[in-house]
């Protein structure tokens, strides 16, 4: 085969680029077309192929992205988180602000916990102004609106519950009063059933595909604390309306579910330190009531408690309002059995 390329006339035989382009021509021509369009129609297979692996990749890929995106969730107390890890399970990633032995009132505020509300799906907060002190400046800091009272990812404990013991006038005199009522209503296993629904529900909005999952953990929930409802209310059965002191009117919820009476504080009013006068009326309504027990919880003054429970033959009894607060407690369930086992044991 002879291929013959044409130059321009006045082109100068020897010039570089005419020896190039002539070189270039006659290694062209060389090759058969036939065999050039094998060779392009050869890739072309391979080429779709390619293609393909890497659609494919790129599906599985966002598949796994998508299965494995977990809810960022944050809850500011260590009750509400104990009850969204029994609904969330491990589809969700869950940060918890303050420490099961930190007064709920007063939490140490951190930086990192602007970072976490910033990067939040859902928050569970009270509702009842507990957290007042420190979690609207975090909330302001973080600037997230998804979390913003109102939006799906804005979960309140507190919502459809009944508050107890909700002043008709709330002033500075009356100590540390919340003007919505008392906030300390988790202790009861009925409002936290309740709560747990709550919190699957609006996890389920907020995460359609594991919505079943979020009912089934509810469920299971559901049934455990109606089992041990049972166990429970037997046990504080023979203690019916029998008195118990507790250092801050942290149990009203509690004290109401088991027929119980928690009614004489160490705290004068909430909120405002024990002063001797107001331990000596205490002293002597607990030996006219023949009271047994004083309540106590890690962040109060324990020393205050066992002065009182001596000069009255009580027993100083360890409770928390949220699970991990003491040994053995670190679920919602496991809480309240202690709970009610100490007590039990101190009304004896």
Not at 183 to 197: G, N, R, S, V
């Amino acid at each position: 085969m002879h291929c013959h390329p044409e130059r321009s006339e006045g082109s100068p035989k020897n010039s570089s680029i005419t020896q190039f382009n002539e070189r270039d021509l006659r290694f062209d021509c060389e090759i058969p077309r036939s065999a050039r369009n094998d060779k392009a129609h050869s890739r072309r297979p391979q080429m779709l192929i390619m293609k393909k692996i890497l659609l494919t990749l790129s599906t599985i890929l966002a598949c796994a992205f998508t299965t494995h995106a977990k809810l960022n969730v944050v809850a500011t107390l260590p009750d509400f988180g104990s009850l969204a890890r029994e609904i969330g399970g491990d589809k969700i990633d869950i940060i918890v602000l303050a420490k099961a032995t930190e007064d709920p009132h007063f939490v140490d505020a951190r930086p990192s916990f602007v970072v976490s509300l910033r990067n939040a799906d859902a928050l569970i907060d009270g509702g009842a102004e507990l957290e007042l002190g420190w979690l609207p400046p975090l909330l302001q800091n973080a600037r997230n609106p998804k979390i913003e009272v109102g939006k799906p990812g804005r979960i309140q404990a507190s919502q459809g519950i009944r508050l107890m013991n909700v002043p008709t006038t709330a002033t500075r005199a009356a100590g540390d009063v919340h003007a919505l009522g008392n906030p300390h209503f988790t202790a009861d296993p009925i409002i936290a059933k309740a709560i747990a629904q709550h919190i699957a529900q609006s996890f389920a909005a907020l995460d359609p595909p594991n919505a079943a999952f979020y009912d089934g953990n509810y469920k299971k929930f559901e049934a455990t604390i109606n089992a041990k409802l049972q166990e429970w209310g037997a046990a504080m059965l023979p203690f019916k309306d029998q008195h118990g002191v507790a250092y801050h009117d942290s149990w009203p919820y509690f004290a109401h579910r088991f027929g119980i009476n928690i009614d004489i504080f160490l705290e004068p009013k909430p909120g405002i330190p024990p002063s001797p006068s107001h331990l000596t009326e205490v002293i002597a309504q607990m030996k006219a009531q023949h009271v047994k027990a004083v309540i106590v919880e890690p962040y109060h003054d324990r020393r205050i408690a066992e002065k009182v429970a001596s000069a009255t033959g009580a027993k100083v009894v360890e409770f928390s309002q949220f699970p991990g607060g003491i040994p053995g407690t670190d679920t919602y369930v496991k809480l309240i059995d202690t709970l009610i086992s100490r007590l039990a044991a101190a009304l004896k």
